[in-house]
């Protein structure tokens, strides 16, 4: 679905580098650079990564599930020196595993005015991606039509189209109970035709949300590589969890990739701010190390 380009993130005045600078340390509340494994290095929640097994592809409902420290077995690899920045996580065809980390603290989840942002990068071919929707990223304490964030690679375009999804309480959007083949889920998606990706190229991928929870004029934005890509529709209906069970979680689908230096802040970061993260030398360990 396209949606105007307009950036809302854009602001009059530009801001000293070292503002700039601070302000993203500030915001700060999860970050994962895989240069020592696949433990968070900054997180003011758990740190761990865990395993969950779950049948393949995204519409699996993930609980109940049962969590193992560690990548699996046979264990995902992270792999030195593959990274925008040192280490990598890497999925492969032979690895169905999911892993996670917790929510609680690493993302800034609010009842009364939920807002944040994450960024990582990505290298991919998505032709080597298995033809299913596949989705490197969702965030959930349920599945990925109800209270989840998440963006996809689709199954049925050569190349693959990919999508940005923010759902709401299913009870508030779903009204005739069809999930992913009614038209609420698609008016609620941005989908990015011919995306950037290419294996051997790393892109900065950044989704930020406002609105959630204390208006009923929510939206989700996508950005590459610094560029703003546009938003989701409107999020009227409440974003719920429980975030003791809530996950952020990675390679639901059997994604087939890099995905390195993966980072949560407590606000819509702005598009200098953006721009400042996608440019750091050493990735977001700059911000704290």
């Known amino acids: ?40 290095d900054f997180a003011i929640g758990d740190k761990q990564v865990y395993t969950v097994t779950t049948p393949a592809g995204p519409a699996a409902d993930p609980a109940p599930e049962t969590l193992t420290p560690g990548l699996g077995s046979p264990p995902l690899s992270v792999r030195p020196n593959a990274g925008k920045y040192g280490g990598a996580l890497a999925f492969t065809q032979e690895r169905s595993h999911v892993v996670v980390y917790k929510v609680e603290q690493n993302v800034a989840y609010s009842p009364t005015a939920f807002c944040g942002t994450v960024s990582f990068w990505m290298n991919l071919d998505p032709a080597e991606i298995p033809g299913q929707y596949c989705d490197p990223l969702q965030v959930t304490d349920k599945r990925f039509s109800d209270d989840c964030i998440w963006v996809d690679f689709t199954k049925n375009d050569a190349p693959s189209d990919f999508r940005l999804g923010v759902f709401g309480n299913r009870a508030g959007w779903d009204v005739k109970n069809r999930e992913a083949d009614s038209q609420e889920f698609y008016w609620r998606l941005l989908k990015v035709e011919e995306p950037p990706f290419a294996k051997g190229k790393w892109t900065h991928v950044v989704v930020t949300w406002d609105g959630l929870n204390n208006s009923q004029q929510g939206r989700a934005r996508l950005y590459f590589d610094g560029a703003y890509q546009g938003a989701t529709g409107v999020i009227r209906e409440p974003f719920t969890w429980d975030v003791s069970q809530a996950r952020i979680r990675l390679g639901t689908g059997r994604y087939v990739g890099l995905l390195d230096d993966l980072a949560f802040f407590n606000r819509p970061l702005t598009a200098a701010e953006i721009a400042m993260l996608g440019g750091l030398e050493r990735g977001v360990g700059e911000l704290y190390g």
């Open 1 to 40: 679905m396209t949606r105007q380009r307009t950036n809302p993130a854009d602001t009059p005045a530009s801001q000293p580098p070292a503002s700039l600078r601070a302000g993203l340390a500030q915001a700060l509340t999860f970050h994962a650079s895989f240069d020592h494994g696949a433990d968070a």
